[in-house]
């Protein structure tokens, strides 16, 4: 573990690694360059490496990505197989992405380290600031090879949340020294997890890409108590923290106590889910406050009880650099100047059983008629849970898939209820929703913090604004005092 610096020797504002997509290596490469941290997201980056290669990589990115990988027969392999000249045609499917499983000799990890690699070297390219890479602790089986992938391209920070991330410090260290790691996996209904072992040789087949650094990592809480917990141990501790609010776009961890929802049917939040950051100060590692900080003034205020600055998500969601399809934030931005817009922390939406917020937008998942229209399947899986068979073996499940299916492998229809398919909803959200029979395009689901009162500074008539400009204007919130 790296030694904790002083607060000029970090960031003071994190880009939150938003969605599947959105929080991708051109908004990354645009923050980081600003001399603050950009991160790109690292969910699913094996299927938009995919479907952008057979949309035609337009550009060539991610092509020029491929060919500075450090196995170059494993590069070429994926390029020549997904790779299609001008692109697919719009009534043509994309491929589908290999799954990942617990089988150690699964084909699927060589591609999450590619894609990862990729992601995280073209956010590097060209200037010498600042990536990280978010991942999100519930999808364990892509954990290490995503991870490795990242390491590989010299990733600087790995974030993450959406669960308890004990196990990613010390899987840091040995990918970075390249040595073997065995993550566990959590199996539901089963106190004893499964071993999941990766070794970056399987993945390297002899070749030397030199010596690698292990990044800082940082756990995203949304209590001291989860950060106090982590820190107990040197093995568990990590470089840092993110204190999430419960207003923050996406996950959010649920209330402390029982559930009672509003009248909106949103869980409803109190004091004691309110971080006292007096507790955070006290562990004496650095913390960035997210969820509704952005803000000059917001950022004063988290520099002065302790924070090291702020993580920002929504505001550079709907900058021009975000992944989120254009279309998509014209209508989030218009529809909040004019205050029509409800963003809604659902507690049903999630396959994870995590309140997930989700913009009320016609037209996507959260239109009823849409919602009901769309044919339940699960063919990504990425938030699947394992499971054990009558048999003994390790099967996976979805409450986003069929309800009979999820019944039939030991589900109760009652989990089924209300549940979103986030894999493909969001992927759709950044222009790869998958094409389905009779001219069917999956529909989006759009994810979006509860506070986006900045946009009223930031684009009161509704223009456009660059991942810059939201930096120079929060720089405004750094004062003698704080710097």
Known sequence: MSTPGTKTDLPWLIQGGMGVGVSGWRLARSVARTGQLGVVSGTALDTLLIRTLQSGDPGGHLRRALAAFPVPELADSIRRRYFVEGGIGADERYAATP?????????????????????????????????GVNCLAKVQLATAPAMFGAILAGVDYVLVGAGIPAQIPGIATRLAQLEPITARLDIEGDDTPVELPFDPASVLCGAQPGPLRRPDVL???SLPALASYLSRSPQTTPDGFVVEAYGAGGHSAPPRGPMRLDEQGDPVYGPRDVPDFAKMAALGLPFWIAGGQCGPELLRRARAVG????????????????????RLRRRLVERQLRTELTVRNDPAASPTGFPFKVADLPGTLADPAVGAARRRLCDLGYLRTPYRTEQGAVAYRCPAEPAAMYVRKGGAVEQTKGRKCLCNGLLAAVGFGQRRPHGVVEPPVVTIGQDLGFLRQLAPEGQGYSA???????????TEATV
């Open 307 to 326: 924070a090291a600055g702020v993580q920002l998500g929504s505001v550079f969601a709907l900058c021009e650099e975000s992944g989120l399809e254009a």
């Open 99 to 131: 799954r990942l499983t617990a089988d150690e000799r699964c084909p699927a990890r060589e591609l999450t380290v590619v894609a990862n690699f990729c992601e995280v070297w073209l956010a590097k390219e060209g200037h010498d600031g600042q990536v």
């Open 468 to 478: 810059e400009s939201v930096v120079r204007w929060m720089s405004g919130g750094l």
């Open 219 to 221: 756990a995203i809480v």
